[in-house]
């Protein structure tokens, strides 16, 4: 009877020291691999999978030529943010992880923009940023067609985003040939 009641209690003290023990191992990696001053890694969130609601406008048809060879040149996910599908427009729109980034490609006129606006080049593809309530949206400013990318406030530093989308575009798009001046000065 006494072998029976060791037993027990061995099986009892496995069951509870095996996840303590791993739980300590993980935190203990996670302390020893952070740098100073960092937040350290960040655990993955739930994030929601669903159709993100989009418009879509009927295109030009070279416009659209364009937008689909876009949308096929950009990545299953933005680092760990999965794209997700979208209400409308798949052919010209794209979304990924949650909060929603967004692109829309050829949906509406690039913005206007002063001689002296500030102008980010990305890779090769000149950006112009805008910010609101709602986070910032990103305009190619250089590329025949118009393209849109927004960013929610969840996504910072917001360039280190955008920068996401300078290779499909730039690989894509077609340039213009009479680029802003800040582009050029980039």
Avoid at 3 to 23: E, G, I, M
Wanted: proline share 12%.
């Amino acid at each position: 009877m006494a072998d029976q009641t060791s037993r027990s209690a061995a099986r009892t003290a496995a069951l509870v020291a095996v996840p303590v023990a791993l739980v300590a191992g993980l935190l203990a990696f996670w302390g020893l691999n952070r740098t100073p001053g960092s937040p350290g890694p960040t655990l993955p969130s739930v994030q929601a999978t669903g159709p993100v609601t989009m418009a879509a406008p009927t295109l030009p048809e070279d416009t659209a030529v364009a937008c689909r060879a876009l949308l096929s040149q950009l990545p299953a996910a933005l680092r760990d943010r999965p794209r997700r599908p979208v209400t409308a427009g798949a052919e010209q729109n794209a979304a990924y992880g949650d909060p929603p980034i967004t692109l829309a490609c050829g949906a509406g006129p690039r913005p206007s923009i002063a001689p002296t606006a500030d102008l980010l080049v990305l890779n090769n593809v000149c950006w112009y940023e805008t910010d609101d309530s709602d986070g910032t949206t990103w305009y190619p400013i250089d590329r025949v067609v118009s393209v849109t990318v927004h960013l929610p406030p969840a996504y910072q530093p917001a360039a280190q985003w955008a920068i996401e989308f300078s290779n499909p575009v730039g690989g894509s798009i077609r340039a213009l040939t009479d680029v802003p001046t800040g582009c050029k000065d980039g």
